[in-house]
């Protein structure tokens, strides 16, 4: 039966056209949504991470609710050793954040002072890329700090000019120390980007009078079914008690909630196209079964029994879908190749910065990312619906009465 099924797609070509080229576009277009999905959520969850501070995030207890100055992780050794060790982490950033004011001779602005170690911070983001004027921070000033354009308007201070930031200390006394303006970067579409501002972990230490404490540890971690492992091992650690180790989904369940909201949206669209191309596939597949009444007729008088034609029905939806499917996944992997190298410039569409949870998305050009085991599973249904939508139609072909189906066209 297979060798009549392969002439039978042959013999009229316009239907095997028709039919091969529906699964085709459906195939290849799923592909191409799925690979422009995987990277819009990885682009997403990477701007989460950079937001939170990293894919795991130590603190001492209660500073990601309060944010308070007196909150620290004293003695962040231990931590981020252990961190260092894990074959999953990428890289341990320490960190100094402190909120407060930042003044000029024409005026004050609410700051968020953080203090890196910048080459730690390029594995999470090259602040570099947001650099617009001056350098981070130059050597030529004893305490120099990077700040947003729009603090800086608001400031009105330019690169080289003395801002002075007004805090509390960790013991709860209010301090103030002199920084030169070194650098300024881009201003982000979020609140929160624009009022951040960076220095060096060491000079930041000293403004608030830290001494070794920090007040965040950034864990980057390879994937995200590595990050329980990490931050079990990390409330290992001796004076785990007085830390507090989150996700960055804990850190902002907003932006968590919304990736898991659009993920569950993109599986219900899948869906309705499942059913679409069953219920087109389906409809095809019968009306071309009963284009062919009289050949099944002929088949069933010569001695082919039903099972055998149903069998056969089943071969040519088989051949169907694999030819359709060859046409569909060079068409899906074409245009995935395609959108990786060029990307859709969602900017030059009119699309702009976008904020997301409060999250800044200012990186808007939308690439393929290829999942091969996404693929493999889409590729597997796919071919299940376009066998299940022939199960009528074979069926159908099944019951038909010699007698009858002979006299169809007379």
Not at 197 to 222: D, N, S, W
Not at 367 to 383: G, T
């Amino acid at each position: 039966m297979w060798k009549i099924a392969w002439r039978n797609l042959w013999r009229n070509r316009t239907r095997t056209a028709i039919i091969a080229s529906a699964i085709a576009f459906s195939y290849g277009l799923m592909l191409i949504s799925m690979g422009v999905s995987a990277d819009s959520y990885a682009k997403m969850e990477a701007k989460a991470q950079e937001a939170t501070g990293g894919s795991v995030l130590v603190h001492g207890a209660g500073w990601w609710e309060s944010q308070g100055s007196d909150v620290v992780v004293g003695e962040p050794a231990p931590v981020m050793e252990r961190a260092g060790e894990l074959p999953e982490v990428v890289e341990v950033m320490p960190r100094v954040i402190i909120n407060g004011l930042l003044s000029s001779a024409r005026g004050n602005e609410a700051v968020r002072l953080i203090g890196v170690v910048l080459e730690r911070e390029e594995a999470l983001a090259d602040l570099d890329d947001d650099l617009v004027e001056g350098a981070f921070f130059s050597e030529q000033y004893d305490a120099p700090v990077v700040i947003s354009e729009g603090l800086a308007q608001r400031l009105s201070v330019s690169v080289g000019d003395k801002v002075v930031l007004t805090a509390s200390r960790v013991d709860g006394e209010v301090t103030r120390a002199l920084f030169y303006v070194s650098g300024l970067l881009k201003s982000g579409m979020a609140a929160e980007a624009d009022l951040q501002a960076y220095t060096p972990l060491k000079t930041a230490q000293e403004a608030v009078g830290m001494g070794e404490a920090l007040t965040q540890v950034g864990v980057l971690v390879r994937g995200v079914e590595a990050q329980d492992e990490v931050i079990a091992a990390l409330n290992e650690v001796e004076g785990a008690g007085e830390l507090e180790v989150l996700s960055w989904q804990e850190a902002v369940p907003e932006m968590s909630g919304l990736l898991e909201f659009d993920e569950a949206v993109n599986q219900i669209y899948f869906a309705v196209i499942f059913l679409i191309v069953l219920f087109a596939i389906a409809n095809t597949f019968l009306m071309a079964v009963m284009e062919r009444v009289r050949e099944y007729g002929l088949l069933s008088a010569l001695g082919v029994g039903p099972g055998q034609v149903g069998r056969l029905v089943i071969w040519e939806a088989l051949y169907m879908a694999l030819v359709g499917m060859v046409v569909g996944f060079v068409m899906g992997l074409v245009g995935h190749l395609v959108i990786a190298h060029v990307g859709i410039d969602m900017a030059a569409m009119g699309a702009g910065d976008m904020e997301m949870a409060g999250i800044g998305m200012n990186d808007l050009v939308v690439r393929s990312h290829l999942e091969p085991m996404r693929w493999l599973v889409a590729s597997v249904m796919v071919l299940a619906v376009v066998m299940i939508s022939a199960v009528y139609p074979a069926v159908r072909a099944m019951r038909l009465a010699p007698s009858q189906a002979m006299r169809f066209y007379e």
